[in-house]
């Protein structure tokens, strides 16, 4: 046990921290090697660099009911991974009631008792209030002793739909105000169980069922925009692909031609183009079709005795990352969006290396996260775009399907290791994973782009 | 006039009556063989018997038909049924492999066959794949394994048309275990009636 580890179980939704006194540590720049066995919802063995990230306390309350928000912000701000998040005793679950305000710390704002803060190792302290209908989150900024930002907002009434997803902004907000860095709170993730595509939003909660048909669907995709999604459903030997929309569950088919097999689209970042693999009689080939006037289809690769699928833009829209079985396994090519200058992306080496397969280009286009076969079990790895150099982000069980959170530094995929699988998250910086589902059989997760504030609608 | 009409054919009656009671009644006559009566008997006896066994044996001989009829359909339906078990028969692959295994190429070879013998008869492959390769990338290898079966049997002579080709990658396991065993069954192509199927002819 290393001194400053923090041992939290929130199975039941209590934090209890231990200590913020952190011990002298060297500090090691991690390479975010999947080297802990985590089991469900209990960290072990994290690696936290203490010192390099900033303290922040989510100030408990006397307003119960706004102990929800606090513990979902406290949560959020958790899994963005980049605080230390200071759990006081008693705070950061409803079930304890509301806690007495913190020793010596005045409630009344503005101040607060920053120099006791600072000793805790909070570097900011996140405070909610209740003003008649209207939530104040206040940001104070313990070390320059002082606020540095207020929200009001008139949140939706708990357990109303759009609640959580409403104080997910809100910690977005409270991440952009301490660090100047957009969070993920307010994103979701699509993913496929028992064939059919689901959501859950980014801290585990709220899944719902969004495709609509009998048919096995795969491949969940989302648009740039977050306000459409894309996968393939079999009918009849085939695959059709569907655009859906978010917020009305409206879905269009995507033109095909003839009886074809077409599935993994991939939306071009402005929307326009829909890329996806074909599998006729000649194999599996990427095309491209005109998404605003569903048509204009293009043919991108030409394999012959060749499979191409698989395909990922980068987010300037210029290139396309896609899977090649030409060197005999399936590896990561690229090419531009045009379909020429197609050449070998993650280096492998020939006879040695398995297939690699599932590519995704991450949001801030540095990298690509990929899956390859590793001695007859897949790993996650990423590609470095600049150096064209792999490393291989896990090991722990068979972990597949890496999919980008906007901020480029979490990964959502699909790991056995707990014994069956499920979907996992994990973050490049401290190399944390924690599990985003407790059910087995969830596969092919999306992570969405932020999701953006839905035209109002109805109650 | 109704009453005077009943009363007339009441005394009628009534006189007829009377005459019949007058008669004595009559000795009943003693039987005596009649030679002629008997031969009649003996003949109309031989008829009844001949036409009865005429009878019987037509009747049998229809039973033999409709026997013999319903052994036929039996047999053709037995036959149709084995042919549809030749047909939908599965193959299996390698692991990541999509070329015909030689001991399949048999099973094929009885396809084809059964294709030439039966010209209406439509068909679709579909190509399956076992869990440890990739989800998606297993669509394409499933697309590889039916379509290197469709792509035998036209080699073979079966006009390409009359085959279509599908791919459910891992989607749709048949042995649901996670083990070699199951794998390899799971590793397969299908084959499936489209049209033309209703009545099939042995090859």
């Known amino acids: 046990m290393r001194a400053g580890r923090r041992i939290a179980g929130w199975a039941d939704g209590r934090l209890l921290l231990l200590a913020a006194v952190v011990s002298a540590q060297p500090t090691i720049r991690l390479s975010a090697q999947d080297t802990s066995a985590i089991d469900r919802g209990v960290r072990i063995g994290i690696v936290y660099r203490p010192g390099v990230r900033p303290g922040i306390v989510v100030l408990p309350g006397s307003q119960a009911s706004l102990d929800s928000v606090r513990a979902i912000i406290t949560r959020d701000l958790d899994y963005s991974d980049r605080f230390e998040v200071i759990t006081m005793p008693g705070a950061g679950a409803a079930s304890l009631g509301p806690a007495e305000p913190p020793v010596t710390a005045p409630r009344t704002a503005p101040g607060l008792n920053y120099p006791l803060y600072r000793a805790l190792g909070a570097d900011f302290a996140i405070e909610a209030r209740r003003v008649g209908d209207t939530t104040v989150v206040v940001v104070h900024d313990v070390t320059a002793g002082g606020i540095r930002r207020a929200f009001r907002q008139v949140l939706p009434a708990l357990g109303q739909s759009g609640f959580r997803l409403a104080v997910h902004r809100v910690a977005d907000q409270v991440l952009q105000a301490t660090l100047g860095a957009p969070g993920i709170a307010a994103t979701r993730i699509l993913f496929v169980r028992d064939g059919k595509v689901y959501t859950i939003d980014q801290d585990g909660t709220d899944i719902g069922l969004v495709s609509s048909s009998d048919h096995q669907a795969m491949s969940p995709a989302w648009a740039r925009n977050g306000r459409q999604f894309s996968y393939m459903e079999f009918s009849e030997g085939h695959g059709q692909l569907f655009v859906q929309d978010v917020a009305t569950h409206h879905r269009v088919s995507v033109v095909t031609t003839g009886k074809a097999l077409d599935f993994t689209p991939a939306f071009s970042p402005d929307g326009k183009t829909l890329a996806f693999s074909r599998a006729t009689e000649e194999g599996t080939d990427v095309y491209t079709v005109n998404m605003r006037d569903n048509c204009c289809l293009q043919r991108l690769t030409r394999g012959g005795f060749s499979d191409n699928l698989s395909p990922t833009y980068s987010p300037d829209g210029q290139r396309i990352a896609f899977v090649s079985t030409r060197p005999g396994l399936p590896q990561v090519y690229v090419m531009s969006a045009d379909g020429t200058d197609q050449q070998l992306f993650a280096p492998f080496d020939y006879g040695v290396t398995g297939s690699s397969n599932a590519p995704e280009w991450s949001p801030d286009g540095q990298s690509v996260a990929f899956h390859r076969d590793v001695g007859g079990t897949l790993q996650v790895f990423v590609l470095d775009v600049r150096t064209r150099s792999v490393r291989q982000l896990t090991s722990l069980g068979r972990n597949e399907d890496p999919t980008w959170a906007p901020d480029s530094r979490h990964l959502a995929f699909v790991s056995d290791r707990s014994g069956y699988r499920q979907l996992w998250v994990i973050d490049l910086e401290t190399g944390r994973i924690r599990p985003l589902l407790q059910q087995s059989g969830a596969r092919l997760p999306a992570w969405s782009p932020r999701i953006p504030e839905a035209v109002p609608t109805n109650p | ?203």
Not at chain 2, 39 to 59: L, N
Not at chain 2, 71 to 88: G, I, K
Not at chain 2, 120 to 137: A, K, Q, T, V
């Open chain 2, 1 to 203: 006039m109704k009453r005077v009409h009943s009363l007339v054919l009441m005394g009628f009656g009534v006189t007829l009556v009377a005459a019949c009671a007058k008669k004595e009644p009559e000795v009943a006559p003693v039987p005596q063989a009649n030679a002629d009566s008997v031969a009649a008997a003996e003949r109309a006896r031989a008829d009844s018997i001949a036409a009865d066994s005429a009878r019987r044996a037509q009747e049998e001989a229809e039973r033999l038909a409709r026997q013999r009829a319903a052994d036929s359909a039996a047999a053709v339906a037995a036959a149709a049924a084995e042919v549809r078990n030749t047909l939908a028969a599965m193959i299996h692959f390698d692991f990541d492999k999509a070329n015909i295994r030689p001991d399949d190429a048999g099973m094929l070879d009885q396809k084809v066959a059964i294709l030439n013998a039966n010209p209406d008869l439509r068909i679709r492959i579909n190509g399956h794949c076992d869990e440890r390769g990739s989800d998606e990338y297993n669509l394409a290898l499933g697309n590889r394994r039916s379509t290197a079966a469709k792509n035998y049997l036209v080699s073979h002579g079966v006009d390409a048309s009359r085959i279509e080709t599908a791919s459910y990658g891992e989607e749709r396991p048949v042995a649901m275990g996670h083990d070699e065993d199951s794998w390899a069954q799971n590793r397969r192509d299908e084959f499936e009636i489209l049209s033309g199927g209703d009545v099939l002819r042995r090859p």
